[in-house]
C-alpha cells in the first residue's frame, strides 16, 4: 500500500525532474521560467477549445497586464508567439505558437515524450484513467491551496 507521504514525495521529485527539463530548454532558448509558463499555458489552451489572450494568460498566471505585456514581447521576439487579430472578432488579439517553434519545441523534447511513451507501456487503459484522475485531483487541489498560503506566506506573496 502506498500512503500519501509517498505519493506526494513521489509528485514532488517528478515536478523537481520535469521543471529542470524545461528549464535546461529555457536556457537554451535564453527564456525565464515565466516565459516558459507563459509558452505552455498558451500551447495548452488548444485543450480547451478558447484561444488563448493577453487577458485570459494574465489571469492565468496571475500577472499584471504590464508583466504580461512584457512577457508576450520576449516570447514574440524569440520567435515563439504569435499576436494574432481573431478570425471571429477582430478587436480580440489571440496568442499563437508559430510552426517553426512548435518544431523546435517538439525536436527538444521529443526525447522525454519517447522516454514517457516507453515508461508507461506497461500500464493498461484502466490504470492509465486512474493515474489520469490522480493527476486531475492533485492539480484542483494544488490550485485550490495557493489562496491559503498566499496569505499565510509573510509579506503575502509566494
Known sequence: ???NSTLVRLLRQLTVETDRFAEL???AQGMHRTDLNALALIMDARWSGLPMS???LAEAMHLSASATTSVLDRL???GHVERSRSAHDRRRIELLVPEKAKALGARFFGPLDTAFTAAWAGFSDAEKAVVARFLTASIAATVSA???VNHDTPG???
Do not use: N
Request: glycine share 12%.
Open 1 to 3: 500500500m502506498v500512503d
Open 25 to 27: 530548454f529555457g536556457e
Open 54 to 56: 493577453p487577458s485570459r
Open 76 to 78: 514574440e521576439a524569440s
Open 146 to 148: 495557493r489562496p491559503d
Open 156 to 158: 503575502g506573496q509566494t
